[in-house]
């Protein structure tokens, strides 16, 4: 299958300052791009949806000006989580779909940020 | 809302067939049915997904009910690396790769 890269796979930064994380699709143009949330011992949360060249479409609930997407170009979207705080410690983990309609999304391997 | 309903675990023999129970009821016409599985601490992999027909691959096979309001997904000779969290999902072809993950099945293959 295809690939999607996340990269870091972990993070851990301190309360206050910001985080990048990338999400590249190696093999294939993404279209779309989306953003999940995991907490442990939880499901998948759908975070936001990235379209390249528009801006991301948020989840209710969740804040748009603290989870800044970026999706600049058809392989790469970057989540950032700004001004971080310990309860934003979570798995984060961005899938792909390609231009083929009604095929399977790809996951990255998700990245596990900390902060303290 | 849940779209889909699963048994929250199961456990399977190893060697054995595992199948996995998925409940779709308010399914539409335009939606299709998927599988993931999680292994801990990694990303969702993508296993299997159908409309109305079943579906087999490598990995899987995924039964659909004519009437589509449940599904099963065959794991024809679990091993221990089967050992994960299923997530059946149901999504419409206008919104495809947007997945809604319910809670899942932890199934626990055992030697």
């Known amino acids: 299958g295809a690939v999607v890269s996340q990269h870091p796979s972990r993070v851990i930064c301190k309360s206050g300052t910001s985080v990048k994380i990338e999400c590249r699709s190696l093999?294939?143009?993404?279209?779309?791009m989306f953003w999940y949330r995991q907490f442990p011992k939880q499901s998948l949360m759908l975070m936001a949806t990235?379209?390249?060249?528009?801006?991301?479409?948020?989840e209710q609930g969740v804040e748009k000006d603290k989870f800044l997407i970026n999706h600049a170009s058809l392989t790469l979207s970057t989540l950032t989580v700004t001004s971080a705080h310990p309860e934003d410690s979570s798995f984060y983990i961005c899938?792909?779909?390609?231009?083929?309609?009604?095929?399977?999304?790809?996951f990255g391997q998700g990245t596990r940020l900390t902060v303290v | 809302d849940a779209k889909t309903t699963q048994p929250p675990s199961m456990d399977c023999a190893e060697g054995r067939a595992a199948n996995l129970p998925c409940n779709h009821s308010?399914?539409?016409?335009?939606?299709?049915v998927y599988w993931y599985r999680q292994i801990h601490s990694q990303g969702p992999q993508y296993i299997i997904h159908?409309?109305?027909n079943n579906e087999t691959n490598e990995m899987a096979s995924l039964i659909i009910t004519e009437d589509r309001k449940s599904s099963t997904l065959i794991l024809p000779h679990a091993t221990l690396r089967d050992t994960a969290v299923y997530y059946c999902?149901?999504?419409?072809?206008?919104?495809?790769?947007?997945?809604?993950f319910g809670a899942g099945t932890q199934v626990v293959v055992t030697p």
């Open positions: 899938s792909a779909s390609g231009v083929v309609e009604n095929t399977e999304a790809f």
């Open positions: 159908g409309l109305k």
């Open positions: 999902i149901v999504s419409a072809t206008d919104s495809w790769g947007k997945l809604q």
């Open positions: 093999d294939f143009q993404a279209t779309t």
């Open positions: 308010t399914i539409s016409g335009n939606e299709y």
């Open positions: 990235s379209n390249e060249g528009s801006k991301a479409t948020y």
